[in-house]
């Protein structure tokens, strides 16, 4: 399995296509809706690009790396090749009895084109619809990754929810503070410290035993000032609903 | 000021103790409610200690780091020494006109009594009731630490909150992640790589610039993919509201 088509020009075909790439793996094409997305990288990759799945290359694995709402749409034109998507929240069903060789190949990360990541420490996470193209999948993430893993697609699902938690809207969590700084002119940079070392716990702690606050602490009296004092509605109904959720899980 | 008295025996007390006895300062007595409290962080400390208010000996200053709720109570039992809480959400005025030298000494960090911690990365956010108290703590913050902030209690309530958020409320989405994955047999480990690659973006970007995920994609179905899959009412609310919002923010 040397010779790889990338469906897809985003955020994860992107990071794929390099990573395979060093790995010695060879992309013989990218393929994007857009001409202009598949030009792009095929040039990063030196390789060939279409915007016509009917002008597929023959290879030994495509690996599907489109939005999920497009995964079905993509399918339906392509012909019996082994193939992955990349999805966390698409079922290995979504290939029906079309492929002889198909399956999952998740990188659970949160890409951003233009950041660059340490792939080796991606856990990746592998299904596939046999257990011999299981073992060839995990063969190609093993030499990408440290961190291989077999999951079904039900536990890959819940993996991603969790993920959203704790990636997204951690994130979001985040911008949040972040906005209210800014209404009183203070530098985000200065929760850096604090956050780091919210994360540097969880290498030896479950989060909820490092759980603090005036949550955790059930301090209704701060609770109550810092509703009165957060003027966006909607920020004030966030830390009302996140503060119960704390109390009710440190009860 | 190298004579101090710390009135409290919690986790901020038991740091900041030790972090002043290592920088020289002669931690002269520990007080607590409980007389063991007291005397454990005594021990630890190699000083004094008492229950009784009314017993503190003559110091430099005082840090009061007890309870929020519990501050105006000891205050009215102490005669007028330069002292200082360590509150970030208690304003100035809580010593009244009752000291002719009073101030806030706001460690920003969330501290556990057994995770050790790097006491030079934390802000301390300073606040004095005269120019010259407010050098004066200032001198003492910046042997322990070299990010040292003037801050006054409006901004530091607000910074209190953005810190709930940015720590406590991101630690909770880390353990909503945690619950989710015990309930298919995942460990929490797999996402670390993903939550250290989000926080280490904000090394050089600001959170929203670099948000990801279904709701920033506004990606609907898989946001009722999820909401569906999620059997517990109070986590399926949150995921909703805060999808929502970043849906909101990022219109």
């Known amino acids: 399995m040397k010779n790889i088509i990338l469906v897809g020009s985003g955020n994860v075909a992107t990071h794929l296509g390099i990573a395979l790439q060093k790995c010695n793996y060879l992309i013989a094409q990218v393929y994007s809706r857009e001409i202009e997305n598949a030009k792009k990288l095929a040039l990063k990759l030196n390789t060939d690009f279409t915007n016509d799945l009917t002008q597929l290359k023959s290879a030994d694995l495509i690996i599907v790396s489109v939005n999920d709402d497009a995964i079905l749409k993509v399918l339906s034109q392509i012909k019996d090749t ?107 940079g200065i929760l850096l410290p604090l956050i780091k070392q919210t994360i540097s716990k969880l290498d030896k702690n479950k989060p909820k035993a490092v759980q603090t606050g005036p949550a955790k602490r059930k301090d209704t009296s701060v609770i109550q000032e810092h509703t009165n004092l957060i003027q966006s509605k909607e920020i004030k109904e966030l830390y009302q609903k996140i503060s119960s959720h704390i109390i009710k899980t440190h009860e």
Chains 1, 2 share one sequence.
């Open 82 to 188: 082994a193939i992955v998507h990349t999805s966390g929240s698409v079922d290995i069903d979504v290939f029906k009895g079309d492929f002889s060789n198909c399956g999952v190949f998740y990188p659970l990360q949160t890409f951003n084109k233009e950041i660059d990541l340490t792939i080796s420490e991606i856990p990746f996470c592998i299904e596939g619809n046999s257990l011999r193209f299981e073992k060839q999948l995990t063969a190609i993430a093993k030499t990408l990754s440290n961190n291989v893993v077999i999951m079904d697609s039900e536990q890959r699902k819940q993996l991603h929810i969790a993920a959203v938690f704790a990636c997204n809207f951690s994130n979001q969590m985040f911008s949040i503070a972040d906005e209210l700084l800014a209404e009183k002119n203070i530098d985000f």
